[in-house]
């Protein structure tokens, strides 16, 4: 994205004023082809439903404060697709500092939400996109032990 952002720049600030309108333009369409916040809620909902039961992940769990992670959940997703929202929680890396969280754990999470978009019927060109989103924190959480 830097990369392109980088060469609108390079093409003169009357394009680049078309192509920042049309980049916003295609990020908020991931937010409205996942069904807007209330979609995301639901999404998000059945998604901490799957990782309070899956044993290998569950036991990061148990002194959180399940609805601010809920609702701190619907704002990085809403946010990071192009929604409205606005993400005030703590970065990933402060977050998961200290947890240990393993590349096996973090895939265990992954799967946790296939099986919650698989439910809700969200097409592959989506899914894709949330899975990336999930992704790009991999770094931020993973072998977090400072």
């Given at each position: ?104 754990q973090f895939n265990a999470m992954g799967e946790d939400m296939l099986k919650t978009l698989a439910k809700f ?10 899975m990336s989103l999930l992704g790009s924190v991999q770094g931020d959480i993973v072998g977090q032990y400072g």
């Open positions: 994205m830097i990369g392109r952002w980088a060469l609108v720049v390079a093409m003169g600030l009357g394009l680049a004023a078309c192509a920042e309108m049309s980049e916003k333009k295609e990020i908020a369409s991931l937010f409205n082809r996942l069904g807007g916040k209330e979609a995301i809620v639901a999404v998000v909902d059945d998604f901490v439903g799957n990782v309070a039961a899956d044993e290998r992940i569950n036991g990061f769990f148990g002194n959180t404060d399940i609805p601010a992670l809920k609702a701190n959940l619907v704002d990085q997703v809403c946010q990071a697709s192009g929604g409205p929202c606005t993400y005030t929680g703590r970065d990933m890396k402060t977050t998961h500092a200290g947890m240990g969280i393993n590349k096996d019927n969200v097409p592959e060109q989506e899914t894709n996109e949330v």
